[in-house]
């Protein structure tokens, strides 16, 4: 059973152009986080999803921050016109199912972003 | 508003010595409270939960977490370490404030050296 997939491992963009991050869940699970880390700080929540549907997106920046997780394919964070301040790691998380508190969150290996 | 707090930033212990990490945090209901592992350059990985029941709970690699409610604590302790436990730790807190989403708030970490 493979674990949570994220690619790629690490992507250098120039300032102003896009990034997409993509995260592939655990098979069975169907919920979706996506947290960044930036230098030296802890993780911090931006969005969770599931299946065709943005549950909360109130750690996300109010512009040029996107998040998707279609019916089919991975779960897709965009970030439009990149600035040297979006530098920074990006984990996905899934989980099977939520409400009752005592699941884990399963994370990937991350995605570091460098905005040159 | 939810919270946790990881008071040190480094933890330096002697191989065989015993490890202490640190955490507290802040809920206004039953805290479900998680410890993850991140090593350089990787995702991060569960350790161990306290959802109810015993205070001490055990988890991966030896490693075990005390619940103290009284004192809002969830310290991660290790009888005997090694080397290769030399990590970011990260201690965090599920979010429930808002909505039933299963976030997680994260403490901003503590580096964990171990020598030989």
């Known amino acids: 059973n493979a674990g949570v997939m994220q690619n790629p491992r690490h992507l250098v963009r120039r300032r102003g152009q896009e990034a997409r991050l993509r995260c592939s869940p655990m098979?069975?699970?169907?919920?979706v986080y996506w947290y960044r880390q930036l230098p030296e700080e802890g993780l911090k929540f931006m969005v969770y999803?599931?299946?065709?549907?943005?549950?909360?997106e109130s750690g996300m920046p109010k512009e040029r921050f996107s998040a998707e997780f279609p019916k089919e394919g991975p779960s897709i964070l965009r970030i439009q016109q990149v600035v040297r301040g979006d530098s920074a790691a990006y984990f996905c998380?899934?989980?099977?199912?939520?409400?009752?508190?005592?699941?884990?969150?399963?994370f990937g290996q991350g995605t570091r972003l460098t905005v040159v | 508003a939810q919270s946790v707090a990881q008071p040190e930033d480094q933890v330096n212990v002697a191989e065989g010595n015993p490890l202490t990490v640190k955490c507290t945090y802040s809920v206004s209901g039953n805290p479900y409270l998680f410890w993850y592992v991140q090593y350089p350059n990787r995702g991060l990985q569960f350790l161990l939960k306290y959802i109810t029941g015993d205070n001490l709970v055990k988890g991966s690699y030896g490693f075990e977490a005390e619940f103290n409610k009284s004192q809002t604590s969830f310290h991660l302790k290790k009888p005997s370490a090694l080397v290769s436990d030399s990590a970011l730790y990260f201690c965090a807190v599920r979010d429930y404030s808002s909505s039933n989403t299963g976030k997680l708030i994260f403490g901003q970490g503590t580096t964990l050296q171990v020598k030989p």
């Open positions: 999803l599931q299946k065709e549907n943005i549950i909360d």
């Open positions: 098979k069975g699970h169907s919920h």
């Open positions: 998380a899934s989980s099977p199912i939520i409400g009752t508190g005592n699941t884990e969150a399963f």
